[in-house]
């Protein structure tokens, strides 16, 4: 059984994300402030946390950062804040989603649901005697073991960022729209914000351009979307 964190204040979401999920087979825990939600993720294994933005103690900001940094596991943040700051800030942290309060507790399960099914697929796949390997201009990206060098330098990715990079390069050339983008990496069509793309590609620049004002791999094709050029 598939075992979910929620890490929020507000014990009456918390209860009713927690109801749905279980209905739908998934073992669930809740903490309610974020130093003990911290402390929670890091010492237990779950498969996926859903973490709240504003949290007694430390935030939801900086609970993600910490888990980020020890582990590669799906995480989903949620909050009443509709800034796109937020969003990018949290999806710059490492959140692999982020859902803007209220939410249908269906969505939640939909989405929890998206996340480990694609990371299972991804581990899996991890899992090859022999590793595959993508190399251009430069950049090693190493499927198998999930890593990426720029100039034999080893870069940190995030699950989703490490995702659209590979996926980009190994469709050279070819010009892909944010909901295209969007439905491949995220597995969603009909739910999610497409501003999560622009936002990790934002990230994945900043990891292997020289010059993110004059990008030379990950090209902007203006009304259209991305390609990556070789």
């Not at 927690?18 to 890091?42: C, H, M, N, P, Q």
């Not at 990426?148 to 996926?167: H, I, M, Q, W």
């Amino acid at each position: 059984m598939k075992k979910v964190l929620i890490i929020e204040d507000e014990i009456s979401i918390a209860d009713l994300e927690k109801d749905y999920l279980e209905l739908s087979g998934f073992e669930v825990a809740i903490e309610t402030t974020g130093d003990a939600g911290l402390e929670r993720a890091l010492k237990e294994d779950f498969n996926i946390i859903v973490l709240d933005l504003m949290l007694p103690g430390i935030d939801g900001f900086e609970v993600c950062s910490k888990i980020r940094e020890k582990k590669d596991i799906p995480i989903i943040m949620v909050s009443a804040k509709k800034e796109d700051i937020d969003k990018i800030r949290g999806l710059g942290l490492g959140a692999d989603d982020y859902m803007t309060k209220p939410f249908s507790p269906s969505e939640l399960v939909a989405r929890v649901k998206a996340h480990l099914a694609r990371f299972e697929r991804l581990i899996n796949s991890s899992q090859k005697p022999e590793n595959d390997i993508i190399e251009i201009r430069g950049i090693k990206i190493d499927k198998t073991a999930r890593r990426v060098y720029v100039d034999g330098e080893e870069k940190a990715f995030t699950t989703k960022e490490f995702d659209l990079l590979t996926f980009l390069a190994q469709n050279p050339n070819h010009v892909f729209t944010k909901e295209e983008l969007f439905r491949e990496i995220w597995d969603m069509d009909s739910f999610g914000d497409i501003a999560t793309v622009t936002v990790h590609i934002k990230k994945i620049r900043e990891k292997i351009e020289i010059d993110n004002s004059k990008p030379q791999y990950i090209e902007t094709i203006w009304g259209v979307g991305y390609r990556f050029r070789v």
